[in-house]
């Protein structure tokens, strides 16, 4: 059964990091499009970033460019989400999500698409708070 798994989450000071993982079960990440997404309590969610392994894209929204990165490791199974200087702005539930074969730049898919992401994850709760 193919499925992601989100993991990292926790409660984390204001200025601290946090590392988010997205596992992939029984396939292979390489040829998807894989964003992430979060949704804070009584807010949209909102597409945070996003990579293409294959065509060695990635794209991170303007809100957290300068302290997020997206990385995918060796095996292609999982996707972190390093996140760098959190702000209680970031605390929401982080989700991950994927397509297979893209035909968009990843950067729709999370800005304006995320309905075009078939899998999708639980979810892993991110709370910055002193």
């Known amino acids: 059964q193919v499925q992601l798994a989100e993991s990292g989450g926790g409660l984390v000071q204001p200025e601290g990091s946090l590392r988010l993982s997205c596992t992939a079960s029984g396939f292979s990440l390489g040829s998807y499009a894989i964003g992430w997404f979060r949704q804070a309590p009584g807010k949209e969610r909102e597409g945070v970033a996003c990579m293409s392994p294959k065509d060695d894209i990635t794209f991170l929204a303007d809100s957290v460019k300068d302290r997020f990165t997206i990385s995918i490791d060796d095996t292609k199974t999982t996707v972190y989400l390093q996140m760098e200087g959190l702000k209680p702005e970031d605390t929401a539930v982080y989700s991950c999500?994927?397509?297979?074969?893209?035909?968009?730049?990843?950067?729709?898919?999370?800005?304006?698409?995320?309905?075009?992401?078939?899998?999708w994850g639980k979810g892993t709760l991110v709370t910055v708070s002193s």
């Open positions: 999500a994927a397509v297979r074969s893209p035909f968009m730049h990843c950067s729709a898919y999370v800005t304006y698409y995320s309905a075009g992401m078939g899998l």
